[in-house]
Nanobody
């Protein structure tokens, strides 16, 4: 199994900054994609930022220029620096990874999607 543990989040005023971090652990063979989604009340979960299968970055339009995703491959960690936060950024933020895992000697399974438990980000006006 692969586990994703998030940290960061909290309450901040509009214009402020927060940093989220996510670390993957478990029987990981390779992480193919890793990034962040969010879900606001009454809305569908949406992609915020991610590293794609080819190593490039992808951002949703509403966060471009304000959010920056970074990764530490050696530690299976991805972070999201969020600047110039707006009330519309209020949501539960979820770490997501598409990964291959070891299931036994010379046995690899995947890729499968894994999700963190979510961390609340609240931006007050």
């Amino acid at each position: 199994q692969v586990q994703l543990v998030e940290s960061g989040g909290g309450l901040v005023q509009a214009g402020g900054s927060l940093r989220l971090s996510c670390t993957a652990s478990g029987s990981i063979f390779r992480i193919q994609r890793m990034g962040w989604h969010r879900q606001a009340p009454g809305k569908q979960r949406e992609l915020v930022a991610t590293f794609t299968d080819w190593g490039s970055t992808q951002y949703t339009d509403s966060v471009k220029g304000r959010f920056t995703i970074a990764r530490d491959n050696a530690n299976n960690t991805v972070s999201l620096q969020m600047n110039s936060l707006k009330p519309d950024d209020t949501a539960v933020y979820y770490c997501n990874a598409k990964a291959f895992e070891y299931t036994g000697p010379a046995r690899i399974y995947g890729p499968n999607d894994y999700w963190g438990q979510g961390t609340q980000v609240t931006v007050s006006s």
